[in-house]
């Protein structure tokens, strides 16, 4: 079977193999370069929902693709701060998107105010943590969780959550 994901960052293609593989499901992964169909940075849960859902469509314009999966990083303000939110859809030709989430933290105000000025919370990251692509590898959810949770981690559980509302719809 042929699985899509909707993204090159390699802490989401890592993310889709972990979690295929946990779940002992032998796929073949396929990263596709394609549009979110919002902005590069998301400011609510549905904007980065629409985000995923749209990755995950665009990507079934390959007939060969079977199940298509986009992941997608946005940002959501809060009475207590801007937090860090990512989302995650799964897409078969011939039913409704599956939709779920991941963990969230409250992202420091340093942070918060350079985003709400309209800066991208990757470079943001890189410049804060003084490191290369932070959102390719442990993510901002990394660097403050002090490496525990990272961003990799975050998206198999999302995918985990994915995979098994898939199998659930699929045994019925
Ligand atoms: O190539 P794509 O798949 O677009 O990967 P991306 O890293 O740009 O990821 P998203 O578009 O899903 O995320 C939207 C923005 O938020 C950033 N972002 C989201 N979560 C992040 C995290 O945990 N750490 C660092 N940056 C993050 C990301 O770098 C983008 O600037
Ligand atoms: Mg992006």
């Known amino acids: 079977m042929l699985v899509a994901?909707?993204?090159?960052?390699?802490?989401?293609?890592?993310?889709?193999?972990?979690?295929?593989?946990e779940m002992?499901?032998?796929?073949?992964?396929?990263?596709?370069?394609v549009a979110s169909g919002v902005?590069?940075?998301?400011?609510?849960?549905?904007?980065?929902?629409?985000?995923a859902v749209q990755r995950a469509k665009n990507c079934l314009n390959n007939q060969e693709v079977e199940i298509a999966v986009?992941?997608?990083?946005?940002?959501?303000?809060?009475?207590?701060?801007?937090?860090?939110?990512?989302?995650?859809?799964l897409v078969e030709r011939t039913a409704a998107p599956i939709i779920?989430?991941?963990?969230?933290?409250i992202l420091p105000e340093e942070i918060s105010s350079r985003l709400r000025t309209g800066e991208e919370l990757g470079p943001v990251m890189d410049n804060y943590a003084n490191k290369k692509?932070?959102?390719?590898?442990?993510?901002?959810?990394?660097?403050?969780?002090?490496?525990?949770?990272?961003?990799?981690?975050?998206?198999?559980?999302?995918?985990k959550l994915l995979i098994g509302q898939y199998q659930y719809r699929n045994v019925q």
Do not use: Y
Not at 5 to 21: D, H, L, R
Not at 24 to 33: A, G, L, N, T, W
Not at 39 to 51: L, N, V, Y
């Open 133 to 159: 692509s932070v959102g390719k590898k442990e993510g901002a959810i990394g660097i403050f969780t002090n490496g525990l949770v990272t961003r990799e981690e975050m998206f198999v559980h999302v995918m």
């Open 70 to 89: 986009g992941l997608e990083g946005g940002v959501t303000e809060s009475e207590f701060g801007l937090q860090v939110c990512n989302w995650g859809a």
């Open 5 to 21: 994901i909707g993204s090159k960052n390699p802490a989401k293609i890592n993310a889709v193999k972990q979690a295929f593989k």
């Open 39 to 51: 902005r590069a940075q998301p400011f609510s849960d549905e904007e980065t929902i629409k985000g």
């Open 24 to 33: 002992h499901m032998e796929v073949e992964i396929q990263p596709m370069d």
């Open 100 to 105: 779920a989430g991941g963990a969230r933290i």
